[in-house]
Nanobody
Framework: QVQLVESGGGLVQAGGSLRLSCAAS????????IGWFRQAPGKEREFVAT????????YYADSVKGRFTISRDNAKNTVYLQMNSLKPEDTAVYSC????????????????????WGQGTQVTVSS
């Protein structure tokens, strides 16, 4: 079972940057795709970005495309989310999760295809 811990959140002004980390325990981390999701107050959790098990495929929500970059370092059991040009509407709790199947040569973006959710990290963007 993979366990995930997010870090790197904080308070930043609009236009600023943050880098989130999703650190995993468990030897099977490198076999699975990882997704980032976010949930703003009063709203449903939404997909942000995902990366395949080997880093070869990435996919982004339209709302963050061109501003966020997802990457992974399997040697460090960590997935990153670099967030640039942040906007107040990016304010949310950001969580990472493990994709459903090992060595899947595609991507998942639906919440139902992810499990082993981390506890989340708060990102607040002030205007």
């Amino acid at each position: 079972q993979v366990q995930l811990v997010e870090s790197g959140g904080g308070l930043v002004q609009a236009g600023g940057s943050l880098r989130l980390s999703c650190a995993a325990s468990g030897r099977t981390f490198s076999s699975y795709g990882i997704g980032w999701f976010r949930q703003a107050p009063g709203k449903e959790r939404e997909f942000v970005a995902t990366i395949s098990w080997n880093g070869g495929i990435t996919y982004y929500a339209d709302s963050v495309k061109g501003r966020f970059t997802i990457s992974r370092d399997n040697a460090k059991n960590t997935v990153y989310l670099q967030m640039n040009s942040l906007k107040p509407e990016d304010t949310a709790v950001y969580s990472c999760a493990v994709g459903a199947n090992a060595y899947y040569n595609g991507i998942y973006y639906r919440e139902a295809n992810f499990g082993s959710w981390g506890q989340g990290t708060q990102v607040t963007v002030s205007s």
